[in-house]
Nanobody, 124 residues
Framework: QVQLVESGGGLAHTGDSLRLSCAAS????????MGWFRQAPGKERDFVAT????????NYADSVKGRFTISRDNGKNTMYLEMNNLKPQDTAVYYC?????????????????WGQGTQVTVSS
């Protein structure tokens, strides 16, 4: 069993940067593909970025490509999402997820473990 805890969310203004962290406990996330997803009020949970094990392959939603960077520190059992040039449409609860497979997947249904989420609010 893997427990995931997100941190780093908060209030930002357009153009600001934030870095989200996702710490894993319970067991290491060795061998697990991981991802970041987000859910805005009244909307479905959407794919943001994924990263394979051990971190050689990444994938991004078009809406964040060039602005967000996903990474992982396997020695610290932690995944990150560096978010630059934030926009109001980035406002959402951000979730990290892990799956029992080495590849990252963009489908919510592909993931086995989820964090509780961290709120990111971007004002104009």
């Amino acid at each position: 069993q893997v427990q995931l805890v997100e941190s780093g969310g908060g209030l930002a203004h357009t153009g600001d940067s934030l870095r989200l962290s996702c710490a894993a406990s319970g067991r290491t996330f060795s061998g697990y593909g991981m991802g970041w997803f987000r859910q805005a009020p009244g909307k479905e949970r959407d794919f943001v970025a994924t990263i394979s094990w051990p971190g050689s392959t990444t994938n991004y939603a078009d809406s964040v490509k060039g602005r967000f960077t996903i990474s992982r520190d396997n020695g610290k059992n932690t995944m990150y999402l560096e978010m630059n040039n934030l926009k109001p449409q980035d406002t959402a609860v951000y979730y990290c997820a892990a799956r029992k497979g080495s590849t990252g997947r963009s489908s919510v249904d592909s993931y086995d473990f989820w964090g509780q989420g961290t709120q990111v609010t971007v004002s104009s």
